[in-house]
């Protein structure tokens, strides 16, 4: 058979010829237990295995009340980790957290204690509960910020213990709700190793979920949120979805936690979940570290086990030591332990690039003004074809008026951006130019005028969404993630790519995963097109002032913007690369049929590269028209230039 095969006909050679079920199979299990699965079912079976094999081989090593303060510690640091998404990604303040674990306590101890179902439905039903509350009281909440939101999720903390959750037909009054450990019928978890195994997969899952938020776009735009709301929403991110999205999740996370712990202790009241918890996760996570997934888990395990294995003069001493442990971290390391480990890091980081060979790039950037070329990347495949726009008008404003109380900071300015033109606004300083910017790009609402995008009225629209359309800005202080890397920064800059939805994200589904490939590929473009690959994952803050300008021009250009808006590009920038600055804005022209508009107080800057040129002086417009003859006319010298520029 073998050699009547291999001897037929051409076609029949190159046939290909089926598999054997063996090889199938195998081909199968590759495609689904990629290294990284794995590597999380080894964890999960250690961490199921590792506590009932302890238990049992040296029962004298952990008493039943040493197992369950590992218990508890183990849902405090899924509750740490739950007030962590919140506070350390999204940078929103809550200090009623513990609301959301009695939320999860008591709907787990009605479905698990009270109907007799088990706790694979009582869990679940814990976060979506918990996500609930969480919906309806961040819909009001995130209007608020700092310290009003700080006291708004106090209060909530305070009236869920006291009112809700002391209603009889909830709880029973003080005395609270039964949570058995109940896996089916009348089997349960009495032993609190075996419990510990399962407390320490649920953690594990929480860690996976985190750990798919953070590398998505999802988690970028948490973070971008907690750093500048302002510079988020340039990038297209919804901030106040985004915001939300971390209250739910937040609230979810936490009302599992508060699920079980209930079904540690055996029963769940209000009386635990007070505002001294809340404290407590607060508590863990600054000093973990904010944002900090590790830090945090250390944290949580950290506070509840070094109390149980102090002596007993230790007790009632808790509190102070944690407080201490607070106003250091606060006072010396804001970002925590974890943050004053990854400081420390990027120091010797620093060190050792500076040591290295090409150790001069802030030399030729700052000094030598050896700007690098601007990516020119193809317009991304989920685009739609660049339109076309009446009059070839990408940017017109009529009759814009923003008035701040009895300021009238923009007083019925129009203007016309023409495609593949750079415009300039120039005027001194206080001429309502950066509140312009502002108002055309969405981040001002004008009391007056109307504002036309591509040809579509985009008055009423907000930050993101314009900038979702192409309209692309910068800022005058770096509009940066700072504490992000320049590879986070360019696939933050790509978030209107990142078609997927949050479910998506959190389970990180084939298809998440494409696209993140995608974007990091065209992500890496960029950085090697501005010669930044030592750079990849170097934290912004962490370069001088010139490469972090052009990082921010490499983020504006990597969607392929229909319009890009300059605020002062050329601040802090040497006379050199704001000359060699001035060659990469007529290459954005030339070769790229870039349209720009562009607010620069270098004049000369602005004499060698605009096409056309606004004057604004007390918030009106002076003069408009050519460059070659805006300069001379008198009332522009007077009001800005001061005397006549040379012929």
Known sequence: ????????????????????????????????????????????????????????????????????????????????????????????????HAA????????????????????????????????????????????????YLAITTIAFGVALQLSILRIPWISGGNAGVVLPRRVAGNLQLIDNADWLAVLLVVLLVVWLLDTNVMRSKVGRAF?????????????????????????????????????????????????????????????????????????????AFFFQVFPAVMPAWFNGYQVPIGAALLMYTVARHPDGLAGALREAR????????????????????????????????????????????????????????VRFGGLQAVDDVSLDVPRGRIVGLIGPNGAGKTTLFNALSGHIRPQRGEITFMGQDVSDLAPHRRAALGMSR????????????????????????????????????????????????????????LGFERFTDTPVRSLSHGQQRIVELGCLLVTDPELLMLDEPSAGMSPGAAENLAVRLRELRDEQARTVLLIEHNIPLVLDVCDEIYVLNSGAVLASGPTETIARRPEVIGAYFGEAVPA
């Open 223 to 299: 973070r971008a949120i907690r750093e500048d709301e302002g510079v988020a929403q340039s990038f297209a991110v919804n901030v106040v979805t985004y915001k939300l999205t971390a209250f739910v999740i937040s609230g979810a996370l936490a009302g599992v936690a508060g699920a079980l712990y209930g079904h540690t202790i055996g029963q769940a009241n209000s009386d635990p979940f007070s505002y001294e918890l809340s404290l407590q996760l607060i508590i863990m996570v600054v000093v973990g570290g904010l944002g900090s997934r590790s830090g945090v888990v250390a944290a």
């Open 1 to 96: 058979m073998t050699a009547l095969a291999t001897s037929g006909s051409g076609s029949d050679a190159n046939t290909p010829q089926p598999q054997s079920p063996r090889a199938a199979l195998q081909a199968l299990w590759n495609s689904v237990m990629t290294p990284r699965r794995a590597n999380i079912a080894l964890w999960a079976v250690l961490l199921a295995a590792l506590p009932p094999i302890t238990e049992r081989a040296m029962p004298h090593l952990f008493t039943s009340g040493k197992l369950q303060t590992l218990d508890v510690a183990a849902c405090f640091a899924v509750a740490a980790l739950a007030l962590n998404v919140l506070v350390g990604y999204a940078g929103q303040m809550s200090l009623g």
């Open 474 to 529: 910068s800022f005058q202080l770096i509009g940066l993630a700072k504490s992000m890397t320049v590879l986070d920064n360019m696939l933050l800059a790509q978030h209107v790519l990142g078609r997927y939805d949050i479910g998506s994200a959190l389970a990180y589904l084939p298809r998440t995963a494409r696209v993140e490939r995608e974007l990091t590929e065209r992500a890496h473009q960029a950085i090697a097109a």
């Open 346 to 401: 990027e120091r010797r980081e620093m060190r050792r690039m500076r040591g290295g060979a090409g150790d001069d790039d802030d030399e030729d950037i700052e000094e030598r003004g050896r700007l690098p070329k601007l990516p020119a990347l193809p317009r991304p495949s989920t685009l739609p074809p660049r339109p076309e726009v009446a009059g070839g008008t990408v940017l017109s404003a009529r009759n814009v008026s």
């Open 100 to 147: 959301f674990m009695g939320v999860g306590a008591f709907t787990s101890g009605l479905i698990v204690g009270r109907y007799g179902l088990s706790m694979a439905v009582g869990v679940p039903a814990a976060a979506l509960f918990g996500g609930i509350v969480a919906l309806l009281l961040g819909i009001p909440a995130l209007r608020l910020r700092g310290l």
